[in-house]
């Protein structure tokens, strides 16, 4: 987590709205968003 730049609200929105089902590239439109900017949890950035 402490590679994360984005603001903690950003990343909990993210979270939320994935989570009731928004897809990804719903997601990255609605938070204004490259959709390749965020990956999925557990992934490296390596």
């Known amino acids: 987590m402490e590679q ?9 929105g993210v ?3 994935r989570s009731e089902g ?3 590239r719903a ?6 968003m490259h959709k ?3 990956q999925p949890l557990g992934k490296t950035l390596c």
């Open 15 to 17: 979270l939320r709205v």
């Open 36 to 38: 390749n900017h965020y």
């Open 22 to 24: 928004l897809g990804l």
């Open 4 to 12: 994360i730049k984005s603001p903690l609200s950003k990343v909990a």
């Open 27 to 32: 997601t990255a439109r609605v938070f204004g």
